[in-house]
């Protein structure tokens, strides 16, 4: 059973950045596309970043330019800096496969933009 955990939300002004980590304690994410996601209150669950295992990433147009993903396979983790914050980012975030399994999610990590 695959169970990913984020962390490293947190409160951040506009225009600020921050990073937030994902992993999956237990179990090898090194060999799978994996993508962030996020939810607003009454709205889906988007992913909007991926990174393949070779290490190839992809980001939705809202994020591109301002948001990057990465990987270390030796601490099993993907990593997600953020740049430029606007309140619109606002979002609960999570981690999962890049074709999501229901069984996987984790808590996600609050993610504010505001001042």
């Known amino acids: 059973q695959v169970q990913f955990v984020e962390s490293g939300g947190a409160l951040v002004q506009p225009g600020g950045s921050l990073r937030i980590s994902c992993t999956a304690p237990?179990?090898?994410?090194?060999?799978?596309?994996i993508g962030w996601y996020r939810q607003t209150p009454g709205n889906q669950r988007e992913r909007f970043a991926w990174?393949?295992?070779?290490?190839?990433?992809g980001y939705h147009t809202s994020v591109r330019g301002r948001f990057t993903i990465s990987r270390d396979k030796t601490k099993n983790s993907v990593y997600l800096q953020m740049d430029n914050l606007k309140p619109e980012d606002t979002a609960l975030y999570y981690c999962?496969?890049?074709?999501?399994?229901?069984?996987?999610w984790g808590q996600g990590t609050q993610v504010t933009v505001s001042s």
């Open positions: 999962n496969l890049f074709t999501a399994r229901n069984d996987y």
């Open positions: 990174i393949s295992m070779g290490g190839g990433t």
């Open positions: 237990g179990n090898t994410i090194s060999a799978y596309t």
